[in-house]
């Protein structure tokens, strides 16, 4: 029984299991049908570079540099030295140095006259990737221990002695078997090498690195060729900037590199290339020039020029792969501040205009065609900001080659899988690596719709092989360029602290104060300095000069004293860069001084930064004060005759800096030390007034018009003369304030039939003398002075009979505090004098008293408000007579327009009060004049 349930029960099962099955029918036997395999996708293979600023772009990592300095922190010895030098070759592993540590000895030890080396000593040493790190005696260190410790790699390496042909001595670094296949200097690449000196115990330690830089040209363009041959359908582009720009070595020059450069690019075949700031370093008209000589497929999509400075906004390239041709579409995109940066695309009337428009504008263009491309790529150099927009707002590209971020070291390669879309639906392009060399397989399915991208960054080591031509023709350019410019120019950053390297903030520093030095500027206002790469020690000129490959042009604005202070309020956090009178500063000193309103002042700035900041606007108008001025701007020349540059600039006053002393690295440091508060001594010559004024009139004479209705008729004959002068010589230097100045004032009426009559008749000669460095401050800063001054007259002044009077002739000493300016405070002198009539010597007794000056100057809009006033209080003596005053007080006031920096035109006032001193003279009374003024007045430099 318990059997038949379990057979049922299987069966049940089984009939359940298979309920759903079809039935079983009888099928003649068939073979199955054969079906193709999936088409392999057909693929593009690019190419491509960005961002290689040319021959003399290559990079020295200096890894080795920060393992230094990290050991220099946690060791117990230190770096006592650690030094950039350029004499300095390489071919393979061989380091060649000079034992001077100069290019030009290098340079004449490869003349291929042959060279002899000693046997090798070998010496621990220590290599990173791109830098050997050799001790110069034998035996371990603990600098070596600790640089081991971090994961950096041992080594024995070979140190030789030689001698070139002409008695050189070089050392050669590198292995201790066999030498240098070639001492001729075609066959060898000038490097940078580091020498430095490790102090732990006596003796210390010297040691040689030996650097060598990535993405060097010749290397990379051969790399670049060996990619393009192992893929013979590949094809090679450009994001921008490949060619040489600014030349380091001459000023407001192309590089001497960029004609090479051009032939590095034919070498490739380009198919697409797009200009960047390099490029277009000198403008458009020059690189379109070259263009014409070296034809290349350049390309700008967001570039409007007139039609002989036009380039394609586009370039498709077929190429036939296994399922067909395929067809990329490559626009270019030019970062909008390439406008900025280079002033002459605005004098040229090209603009570079919104990216994201130009780009849409195209690629719609491109898809709406009758044969639209399977992709297009974006080619740019452009920042990152930009990259961002078009990422957000640009729909139709595929691919955008631009990203800058440097990272060949950690990526090997980066693949991506795409989903594809139809346009409407085109998600954001996928970006790529940019920085150097790179190549990037594209793969395409059977619709021709991208789906898949495989990117591989190249780095281009020291490892690699170079193209022996290109090598020796910068090697050769080099040679010629390097001597020259390897010599001392500006020392480590702290002598403390010798192997430290210059921060930025500290680099532009002492590149302001260089150019304020350079143009004698009131205040400098610049850009953005570019920073200086973290090497240690000293900088030489040949360094320096790759530091200020700068084309700003310098310019000089002469801004009036009572607008300098708006300037440098609305400069404050717009222009980045300021040494001199500063910025946002409540009462500016411009070389230690105040700032005078009647003063013209020196702002100097570059064409790149007027325009690349709101500076331009700030000048507008402000640099001539009047309208008889010449032009407010001024671009500083040169020599000979050129333009200067920042570069020309800071190296000339740096060198003269040093010139002559017997420490220039000490010279260097005391200038940047003190150039920030420096009071240079000055000679101005000053003049307050200066006007003088004849008229003759010529009346009729005639009785018999007496009666009639017109003064020219009836006005007798008459001569009249004025003048007007306030002249100063004055010095001034940090201890001593002296002047020598001389005011007159004189007017006479003469008409006929009757005596001339005056009006004014007065001159003063004083001298002066301050002594700053004893100064106090109680509210103001004050500080003793003397004066001597001497007052007299032109002609006598006549009594009630007609009798000439004594001819006035006073002389007084004055002893007391003078103020600093500060404000709308001119000056201020308070003190006591002694006076003596010299006209009375023997009758008048010697004058005590005290006086009074007080100077003000305020502006007002384009107008300025000056007064000028003086006050002297006289004490009783033995012999007091009706000529002796107890006080008397002249006041000055004047509101005058500008015509020019030296001439003024406006309304005058001048009030003068008096009293006497004895009982029949004791009324205070006065007089005053009021009149319109034509001046020429300024302050002027000597």
Not at 410 to 428: M, Y
Request: charged residues 20%; hydrophobic residues 40%; negative net charge.
């Amino acid at each position: 029984m318990l059997a038949s349930l379990v057979v049922i029960g299987t069966l049940l099962y089984v009939a359940s299991a298979h309920a759903g099955d079809p039935p079983a029918v009888d099928a003649p036997a068939v073979d199955a049908p054969v079906v193709d395999a999936p088409a392999a996708p057909a693929e593009l293979h690019l190419v491509y570079t960005g961002g290689l600023g040319g021959v003399g772009a290559g990079d020295y990592p200096l890894s080795i540099v920060r393992e230094l300095w990290t050991a220099d922190a946690s060791l117990d010895g230190h770096l006592a030295e650690l030094a950039i030098t350029h004499g300095a070759a390489a071919q393979g592993p061989w380091t060649l140095l000079a034992a001077d540590r100069s290019v030009r000895s290098v340079v004449a030890a490869l003349d291929g006259s042959g060279v002899a080396c000693g046997e090798p000593e070998l010496r621990p040493g220590i290599r990173t990737r791109t830098e050997l790190l050799v001790m110069s005696q034998p035996g371990d260190s603990s600098l070596l221990d600790a640089l081991a410790e971090r994961g950096l790699s041992r080594e024995t390496v070979g140190l030789r002695s030689c001698t070139s042909g002409d008695g050189i001595a070089l050392i050669l670094v590198g292995p201790s078997v066999g030498l240098p296949r070639s001492w001729a200097l075609a066959d060898w690449e000038l490097r940078m090498a580091l020498m430095g000196r490790w102090a732990e115990e006596e003796p210390s330690r010297r040691f040689i690195v030996a650097a060598a830089p990535i993405q060097e040209a010749s290397r990379l363009t051969t790399e670049a060729r060996r990619l393009l041959a192992d893929q013979p359908d590949a094809i090679y582009v450009d994001a921008g900037n490949f060619l040489d720009g600014v030349s380091s070595a001459r000023n407001d020059r192309l590089s001497l590199h960029r004609p090479l450069s051009w032939q590095m690019l034919l070498g490739l075949s380009p198919a697409a290339l797009v200009p960047g700031e390099t490029e277009l370093a000198m403008g458009a008209k020059s690189f379109i020039k070259e263009l014409a000589q070296h034809p290349l497929p350049y390309l700008a999509t967001n570039w409007d020029a007139p039609a002989e400075l036009e380039l394609p906004d586009h370039r498709v390239v077929t190429v036939d792969s296994a399922q067909g041709p395929l067809r990329v579409a490559f626009v270019g995109v030019i970062d909008p501040s390439v406008a900025i940066w280079i002033p002459e695309l605005d004098d040229e009337a090209v603009s570079i205009t919104d990216p994201v428009s130009a780009v849409q504008a195209t690629v719609d263009e491109l898809v709406a065609g009758a044969d639209p491309p399977d992709a297009v790529v974006i080619l740019t150099t452009a920042s990152g900001a930009v990259q961002a927009e078009l990422r957000r707002r640009v729909r139709g590209v595929d691919l955008l080659l631009g990203d800058p971020t440097f990272a060949t070291f950690r990526v090997r390669q980066h693949e991506a899988a795409l989903r594809p879309l139809s346009a409407g639906e085109q998600g954001a392009p996928l970006t790529l690596s940019l920085d150097g060399l790179a190549t990037a397989d594209l793969s395409f399915d059977s619709s021709g719709s991208l789906v898949a991208v495989r990117s591989t960054p190249r780095l281009v080591g020291p490892e690699l092989p170079v193209d022996p031509d290109l090598s020796a023709a910068i090697t050769k350019t080099r040679a010629q360029v390097y001597p020259p410019l390897d010599q001392p120019l500006v020392p480590a950053a702290d002598p403390d602290a010798p192997s430290h390297a210059w921060t930025a903030d500290g680099w532009t520093e002492l590149v302001c104060q260089a150019l304020r030095r350079a143009t004698h500027a009131d205040t400098v206002l610049l850009r953005e300095i570019p920073a200086p790469t973290r090497v240690p020690g000293p900088i030489s000129e040949l360094t320096a000069v790759e530091y200020l490959a700068m084309l700003d042009r310098v310019e000089l604005y002469r801004v009036p004293g009572d607008k300098l202070q708006t300037v440098l309020d609305r400069a404050y956090g717009a222009v980045p860069v300021s040494c001199g009178a500063q910025p946002g500063a409540d009462s500016p000193l411009v070389w230690g001084r105040a700032i005078e309103s009647t003063r013209s002042y020196r702002v100097v700035t570059t064409d790149r930064t007027r325009v690349a900041t709101s500076l331009g606007d700030i000048l507008q108008g402000v640099s001539a004060s009047g309208p008889l001025d010449p032009q407010g701007m001024t671009v500083l020349r040169g020599a000979q005759g050129r333009p200067w540059t920042i570069r020309a600039a800071v190296l000339d006053s740096l060198k003269r800096v040093r010139a002559g002393q017997a420490d220039p690295d000490q010279a260097i440091r005391d200038f940047l030390e003190s150039a920030p508060s420096v009071k240079p001594a000055e000679w101005l010559l000053r003049v307050r007034a200066l006007s003088l004024a004849a008229s003759r009139f010529q009346g009729a004479d005639q009785p018999a018009f007496e009666l009639v209705p017109e003064t020219l008729a009836t006005s007798p004959s008459s001569f009249t003369l004025t003048s007007s002068a306030d002249l100063a010589l004055e010095y001034d230097d940090p201890g001593v304030a002296w002047d020598l100045r001389y005011r007159s004032s004189y007017a006479s009426q003469s008409t006929s039939g009757s005596d001339s009559q005056e009006t004014s008749d007065d001159w003063k000669a004083s001298t002066s003398v301050g002594l700053p460095t004893l100064s106090t401050t109680a509210l103001l800063t004050w500080s003793p002075y003397s004066e001597l001054l001497y007052d007299s007259e032109f002609t006598p002044t006549l009594d009630d009979s007609g009798v000439q009077n004594r001819l006035q002739s006073d002389l007084s000493l004055a002893l007391g505090l003078s103020a600093a300016a500060v404000g709308h405070l001119s000056g201020l002198r308070v003190g006591g004098f002694a006076n003596r009539d010299l006209a009375q010597l023997r009758t008048k007794p010697t004058e005590w008293g005290g006086k009074a000056e007080l100077d003000t100057s305020v502006a007002l809009g384009f107008l300025s408000w000056t007064t000028d006033s003086e006050g002297s209080v006289y004490a009783n003596t033995s012999a007091d007579d009706a000529s002796d005053l107890r006080f008397k007080i002249l006041a000055d006031t004047k509101l005058s327009a500008p015509l020019a920096r030296w001439l003024s035109i406006g309304l005058s006032a001048q009030g003068f009060l008096l009293e006497g001193r004895v009982p029949a003279t004791q009324v205070v009374d006065g007089s005053w004049t009021l009149g319109a003024t034509l001046d020429a007045a300024g302050i002027f430099e000597l």
